[in-house]
């Protein structure tokens, strides 16, 4: 059931609301351990691969800051599994800019196709050579991502990852096709595309261990992880909304707009209730595990690697507000200053 929003709304706390969330603030990413070497890594990857190739593109990794996501995300993975996050993070980042290019959006399916092929196992078809290097660079990221994985593992992500492209190129054919999908189909649709279950996946990925079967079968695990995927691209959603709407992108805030007839605060407002009542819902979740575990009879051993899982969704969700809230990809202060106005 959705609460009804109150009469009046605090505009400090829809923008200003890291941490109106349940969970401990990170600390700024600048003054993580590995902060200077993840960061001279990814550069030096990105431009190896040629992704990074002049002033421009240099300016835009530095101002996106994205391996800082990782810094906040997993603030405890050791550096090997940090430099491969902020490659990701980066990389996904690139990608996304290409397509929300005008000369290059309906080429979904040219971007996405080779990675595609490569987590199914298959042998990547010809690329356009512009799109070359982000063919290169996700066969190095998909080398490292399974390394030290186990078999089953290694086929779970690799279902997630499959969705994701898969989502990419979809969600480009419908802007191109000029689709407008409602706000339940605008869910289904971010759920593939927000990253969200292969970002859960890096949580073991990091520290090269796995969540019990037994528990990740369990109805309650599942909706941990439903409900912590919701609050990472509703957060997204939340804080990119004047760079989607300015590249013509589709947004859960303007999909609202749209579909129930609301003004922007109205809208941002319901997404900040969403957010919330989802990670309501993932503390009620976590506060059934003990005994879920007790029903199913696991060790206090066994249960090691399911607390850490949990404490890395925590983090990952804390972790995706704090930089969201910080970012040169996501600031957003002259529309907010706009907003205030009008409101």
């Not at 593992?153 to 492209?165: D, G, M, N, P």
């Not at 992108?249 to 749209?258: A, C, K, S």
Request: charged letters at 25%.
């Amino acid at each position: 059931m959705v609460v009804p929003l109150p009469a009046a709304i605090d505009q400090n706390r829809l923008w200003n609301w890291a941490f109106d969330l349940p969970f401990p603030e990170p600390r700024p990413a600048s003054e993580h351990p590995f902060h200077a070497t993840v960061h001279q890594h990814t550069l030096a990857w990105l431009t190896r691969l040629g992704i990074v190739h002049d002033q421009r593109t240099k300016a835009q990794h530095v101002r996106h800051d994205l391996p800082s996501w990782g810094l906040f995300c997993y603030p405890n993975a050791p550096l090997d599994s940090l430099k491969l996050i902020g490659d990701f993070a980066s990389w996904w980042g690139f990608c996304d800019e290409i397509l929300s290019d005008p000369d290059h959006r309906g080429r979904g399916a040219d971007l996405y196709v080779a990675p595609l092929a490569i987590v199914k196992g298959e042998k990547p078809g010809p690329v356009d050579s512009q799109y070359q290097p982000f063919v290169n660079g996700w066969q190095d990221i998909w080398s490292r991502w399974c390394q030290g994985m186990s078999e089953p593992w290694i086929r779970q992500t690799s279902e997630h990852l499959r969705a994701t492209f898969q989502g990419f190129i979809d969600e480009d054919r419908d802007l191109c096709d000029g689709v407008a999908l409602n706000v339940d189909q605008l869910q289904l649709s971010r759920d593939q595309t927000g990253v969200n279950y292969a970002i859960l996946d890096l949580i073991e990925r990091a520290d090269k261990y796995v969540l019990p079967p037994l528990v990740a079968r369990t109805e309650t695990m599942q909706s941990m992880q439903f409900r912590a995927a919701r609050e990472l691209w509703l957060t997204q959603d939340l804080q990119s909304l004047q760079k989607e709407e300015d590249a013509g992108d589709v947004n859960i805030v303007l999909t609202l707009e749209r579909e129930q007839g609301i003004d922007r605060l109205g809208a941002c407002g319901i997404v900040h209730r969403m957010i919330r009542e989802h990670t309501d819902g993932f503390l009620r979740d976590e506060a059934a595990m003990p005994r879920m575990m007790d029903d199913l009879g696991l060790s206090p051993e066994a249960r090691i690697p399911v607390y850490r899982y949990i404490a890395g969704m925590r983090e990952v969700m804390a972790g995706t507000v704090a930089f969201c809230a910080a970012s040169g990809r996501y600031r957003q202060a002259a529309g907010l200053e706009a907003l205030a106005v009008v409101n």
